[in-house]
């Protein structure tokens, strides 16, 4: 074989940075469809497609709707389970509780003696959250609970623990 002179490739750095921008440019073009994608898919609520200028086209400072544009029964609320603090009258029957547990809240209309009370269920079925340590010194007696419920039924027995005695059942 004859001899010749070694081979020298010009330009093939340039090539390499060429390629590179390449799959950058790939990579970007790849990014920005999956964020494209993404935001479609977030544009629908459970309902179906969400109207970005409200149910009466008024848009808030930050491009959102306003949430005091909708009516109080169009507003979805914050949290499905709140937690409600109950102060049950007998704290025997607290310690008993656990969290975890599902108790029904009965209130009952104080009444004088030797008459027939009233007797209510304001919660069915609801979770035991937490039972915060009974303090000896309660001057009333009774003793507080953390009840995981539905947000109506935390205003109801907020109203129920105001007005009457509460107690619980285990179920």
């Not at 993404?38 to 409200?54: E, Q």
């Not at 069915?124 to 003793?143: F, K, T, Y």
Request: net charge positive; proline share 8%; aromatic share 0%.
């Amino acid at each position: 074989m004859p001899p010749f002179a070694p081979l020298r490739v010009r330009g093939g750095a340039q090539r390499l940075r060429r390629a590179m921008r390449r799959k950058r440019r790939a990579m970007a073009a790849g990014l920005a469809v999956t964020a494209a994608a993404l935001a479609a898919s977030s544009a629908h609520g459970p309902d179906g497609p969400v109207d970005p200028l409200g149910p009466r086209g008024e848009r808030g400072q930050g491009g959102g709707v306003l949430a005091a544009a909708a009516p109080a029964h169009e507003r979805r609320p914050a949290a499905d389970l709140v937690s409600a603090p109950v102060r049950i009258a007998d704290a025997a029957t607290v310690r008993l509780l656990r969290p975890g547990d599902r108790v029904d809240v009965i209130a009952s209309v104080n009444s004088p003696v030797g008459e027939g009370g009233e007797a209510k269920v304001v919660a069915s079925g609801a979770r035991v959250a937490e039972v915060p340590e009974v303090l000896e010194s309660s001057v009333d007696g009774g003793a507080l609970v953390v009840l995981s419920v539905p947000r109506t039924t935390a205003a109801e027995l907020a109203g129920a623990g105001a007005s009457s005695r509460l107690t619980v059942v285990m179920c």
